[in-house]
């Protein structure tokens, strides 16, 4: 996934990742395109990529299932949850590395009769050793994110001191159920505004991570609003102890 130029002269203990919630691929023209999400992901040459709102439910001219095309387009190593599945397809959201992954565990994170959630936990194989991530995409009501947040610091309690999670969290209000747990977790942090695309107002996009310090530099690309509702979160992590 890395391009020669980022290949040639970023530190191998770095590692990048992102997060984006590419809306099924539909931009600001109303089109479905993958291209264009494929096209925006490779310009920041992350090692790793959490992708949510992947839809297959639409017609869509690069393929009848979105979820394998941005897998072999973006890294060849994926873990995918398809949290709705239909005739015409599916949906839901996906972990996509340069690297091996190993360990998945999809947990079930839905809320009564609310949408379907989960996380997908795994662990990702980097030349620097083993990293824990979490993928999430939370919902979208205050009494569902609380019971999701405190799965996630179990989670995170229960995994090794080296871990990242990142989504989309939903989590719009400054010291809401998320934040407020997670912040506490998770030294290092994104915090940019993502939603809605053409003028970001709320930061439901974020990364997370711990050590202390592990958090180099994070940013986003308003080029973004081209493809999807939402903007994208880079971030750039040490994997020195």
Known sequence: MADAERAAGVDPATVRVMTWNIHGGLGSDRRR??????????????????????????????????????????????????LI??????????????????????????????????????????????????????????????????FLARICQSGPNRTVMLGDFNDWIWRGSVQKTLNRLFPGHSHMKTYPAFYPLLALDRVYCRPTGMLLKSWTDPAARNASDHLPVVADLTMEE
């Open 33 to 82: 395109d993958l291209q264009r999400v494929v096209a925006l992901v490779r310009r920041h040459a992350p090692d790793i990529v959490a992708l949510q709102e992947i839809d297959s439910r639409k017609p869509l001219t690069e393929t009848s299932d979105a979820f394998a095309f941005l897998a072999a387009a973006l890294g060849g190593n994926s873990s995918e949850t398809r």
């Open 85 to 150: 599945t239909a005739p015409d397809g599916d949906y839901g959201h996906a972990v996509i590395s340069r690297w091996p992954i190993s360990k998945t565990q999809c947990h079930d994170i839905s809320y009564r009769r609310r949408e379907p959630r989960a996380v997908i936990e795994t662990f990702v194989s980097t030349p620097r050793g083993p990293l824990h991530l979490a993928a999430v995409h939370l919902g979208l009501s205050f009494a569902e994110r609380r019971h999701q947040a405190r």
